[in-house]
């Protein structure tokens, strides 16, 4: 979070850009597992709340420096770092390589955070989300400030198809 946009972002998308539903992802493809532990092992990976609370066991994931976002004044876990604002996760960012700053959701950081960001990977799956999806990110696709870099090829899992993209914050 410094003047310029410089951390990245990961996600998880159906057709139509919804990321989960009742606090759950939508899709658990274990190739984009293992995209997503490769990504942000060792490095510092920035969540909401409930985000952490959908993780296994409501746990930091390992061997990653674990930052979460609540109002919560009291708030405490085990392996966590809580920032109360954006202004003191921008504090606290200071301290990191913005190259190793990862935003993994869910809804809401992704959409206070993607101003601050200029490169997002994303896991995106031809399927549409299933009814009652409830959390979405926004469309890159129509977001005319970003653009695809890479596109992989086409991977399938569980009878559903999915490619990992690149999309890249476009320089004026
Ligand atoms: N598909 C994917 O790749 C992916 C990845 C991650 C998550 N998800 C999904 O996204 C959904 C969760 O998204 P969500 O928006 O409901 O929750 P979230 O963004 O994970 O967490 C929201 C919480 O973050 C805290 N927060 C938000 N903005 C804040 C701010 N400015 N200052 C301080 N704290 C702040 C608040 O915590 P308090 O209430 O404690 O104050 C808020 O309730 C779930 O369905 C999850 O499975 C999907």
Do not use: Q
């Not at 979070?1 to 274990?30: C, Q, Y």
């Not at 296994?56 to 004044?73: F, S």
């Not at 405490?76 to 200071?94: F, I, N, P, Q």
């Not at 206070?112 to 997002?120: F, S």
């Amino acid at each position: 979070m410094r003047t310029e946009p410089d951390m990245k972002l990961i996600v998880n998308v159906s057709k139509e850009w919804a990321i989960g539903k009742g606090n759950e992802l939508l899709f658990h493809f274990s190739k984009d597992m293992k995209f997503f532990k490769d990504h942000t092992t060792g490095n510092v990976i920035v969540m909401g709340r409930k985000t952490l609370d959908s993780l296994p066991g409501g746990r930091a994931l390992p061997n990653r420096t674990n930052i979460v976002l609540t109002k919560n004044a009291g708030f405490e876990r085990s392996g966590v770092t809580v920032c109360h604002s954006a202004d003191e996760l921008k504090d606290v960012l200071k301290g990191y390589d913005s190259d190793s700053v990862y935003v993994i959701g869910g809804e809401s950081i992704y959409k206070l955070l993607l101003p601050y960001c200029d490169t997002a990977y994303v896991t995106k799956t031809d399927a549409p989300a299933p009814d009652g999806a409830d959390a979405f990110m926004t469309d890159l696709d129509s977001d005319t400030d970003w653009e695809i870099l890479e596109c992989s090829e086409e991977f399938t899992e569980k009878g559903l198809s999915f490619k990992f993209l690149t999309y890249k914050r476009k320089t004026s």
